[in-house]
């Protein structure tokens, strides 16, 4: 059964927020990257409702609600993925807690702090009462909410599903992410939101083809996987148009980037985390980026890292998570 990706909708530090293809936004200095957020007022007009949500919320709500607007579809699901989930709240209630002496404090840090807020939110907003889950997996959160997406219309349980994830650095998840050495050897910190619509019965010119990822795998090991990949799909590496590499900058990870890429000689590869950050699901801006890549035949020059093929039919997203989450997603553009 053919799954396809109908209609995404991205909030990140590259772009602009605009749905319709690359926007493309001044780029940002330093090693922490900010994102581009919309105009909040277009999707919650209640002011008291607004400002009770916290950023990350807005963000994350915000993205999939623009997802649906542009889809006119109401989803059968609704499923979120996170790494850290909302830090500012959670921040918050336990700096309330310290201050206050565990004494008189506000619920709603609490209630907006559990990493199920953004799909409980969306389907609040929705009046949904469909499937509703939220994955936590730190870098597999995302690949493990597209997989839970791509079994329920695989089995015919959903026509229309709206998966996607959230994520946001505060000063302090910065600062301790710093400390622990995660910017030291190279790479940008980043955060963001990505939504998108997946659909057995709409077609669009992105198919969702396979998904596979795997825990600490050695260069061989990885290399079997992404050759089980490509056999399963009838592909051989030349047939890959386009990488798009998840290469941060971090000399640690890159041994793992290069292992990949040799496969690809003839392939366009694409790189995007100079731009977008580092972050648990930032394979959701990849697979975003990958998407539009796909609907409109564009990519941005900066970008490339190497010169690129006239068409792009098979696209394959590889992303490397701090060395431990290994993940391949792989596209191809169909024809209508």
């Known amino acids: 059964m053919n799954i396809y ?13 605009d749905n319709t293809g690359f926007n493309i936004a001044e780029p940002q200095e330093g090693i922490r990257l900010k994102c581009h957020e919309p105009d909040y007022k277009l999707f919650f007009t209640d002011s008291i409702i607004r400002r009770r949500m916290s950023r990350a919320v807005k963000m994350g709500t915000a993205t999939a609600l623009q997802c649906l607007n542009d889809s006119g579809k109401t989803p059968d699901a609704i499923i979120t993925a996170t790494g850290l989930g909302c830090l500012s709240d959670t921040e918050k209630f336990l700096s309330t807690i310290h201050e206050n002496k565990e004494e008189l404090l506000n619920p709603t840090p609490f209630i907006q702090s559990t990493f ?22 730190r870098g597999f959160s995302f690949e493990s909410a597209l997989l839970d997406a791509w079994m329920l219309l695989q089995d015919n349980e959903a026509k229309n599903v709206l998966v996607g994830s959230y994520e946001e650095l505060t000063d302090a998840s910065f600062n301790i992410f710093s400390r622990l050495g995660w910017y030291r050897k190279g790479g940008k910190a980043g955060e ?6 997946l659909s057995t019965e709409e077609k669009s010119s992105c198919l ?22 490509l056999d399963h799909n009838k592909l051989n590496p030349d047939e890959i148009d386009c990488l798009i590499s998840g290469e941060s900058g971090n ?29 648990p699901t930032v394979s959701s801006f990849a697979l975003w980026l990958s998407a539009n890549i796909l609907y409109t035949n564009e990519i941005p020059s900066y970008l490339m890292k190497t010169n690129r093929r006239k068409n792009i039919k098979n696209l394959l997203i590889y992303n490397n998570f701090r060395n431990n989450n290994h993940s391949f997603i792989l596209l191809e553009k169909e024809n209508l």
């Open 192 to 197: 963001g939101s990505q939504f998108f619509l």
């Open 5 to 17: 990706i109908t209609h995404c909708c991205s909030v990140n530090s590259c772009f602009l927020h």
């Open 251 to 279: 000399t640690e990870e890159q041994s793992f980037y290069d292992s990949v890429e040799k496969h690809f000689p003839n392939s366009t590869v694409v790189t995007y985390k100079h731009r977008s950050g580092d972050y």
């Open 208 to 229: 969702l083809k396979d998904i596979s990822f795997s825990f600490r795998p050695s260069e061989s090991d990885l290399q079997e996987k992404l050759y089980k990949l």
């Open 116 to 137: 199920n807020t953004i799909g409980a939110q969306i389907a609040m907003t929705l009046n949904n009462t469909s499937y509703n889950n939220t994955y936590v997996h």
